[in-house]
């Protein structure tokens, strides 16, 4: 990960977290005192990691973990006390938020950002296979209304208004979607 927003209202805590985060390579880390502060990075800037010190000095920090995961692709970590760590990881869990009990050590948050790493590359993988698909989808419908455009004005078969796609695309070296798209703006004006 690369840019890493730190929320902490104390800022004794900055050092310390960014000597953290040395071995996991990350080349920017923006500290923020507070949550307005937080919310007004996160509206103008994209972040791979939101780490959020609880409690902040104008809020707890629970709602803006949900905001951060729910508006960006940022993986998030709330740092709270250890024994309301259970009770705030109901409240944001389900938006998957990274609960770590406090006093946290080294080692063990490391581990805690390297799982946060891992679940937003596996959610990015995901995103943009959806993206892939969803493309897919929509080039199939798009295909799917020139061939009827074919059917009900050249009197086409399904079969033989598909095969004039497929050829015409070869042919013509341009992808189905676009023959597609020249056949609506023919037949559909």
Do not use: W
């Amino acid at each position: 990960m690369d840019s890493i927003l730190l929320v902490s209202s104390a800022e004794k805590v900055f050092p310390v977290f960014t000597e953290m985060l040395v071995p996991a390579h990350c080349s920017q880390i923006v500290p923020a005192t507070s949550g307005a502060a937080a919310r007004r990075l996160l509206a103008e800037n994209d972040y791979d990691a939101v780490i959020v010190n609880c409690p902040l000095s104008d809020e707890f920090g629970h709602e803006l973990g949900r905001l951060a995961a729910d508006r960006s692709g940022a993986g998030v970590i709330l740092l709270v006390k250890n024994e309301i760590a259970d009770e705030v990881s109901a409240k944001v869990e389900n938006a998957g938020v990274f609960v770590v009990p406090r006093p946290v050590s080294k080692p063990f948050f490391f581990q805690a950002f390297k799982l946060v790493a891992a679940a937003r590359a596996r959610i990015l993988g995901l995103k943009s296979e959806n993206l892939r698909l969803q493309s897919k989808i929509e080039e199939i419908r798009l295909v799917d209304r020139a061939k009827c455009a074919l059917i009900q004005y050249l009197n086409m078969t399904e079969q033989q208004a598909h095969r004039y796609i497929e050829k015409q695309a070869m042919d013509m070296r341009l992808p189905r979607r676009e023959i597609a798209q020249n056949i609506l703006k023919t037949y559909e004006m």
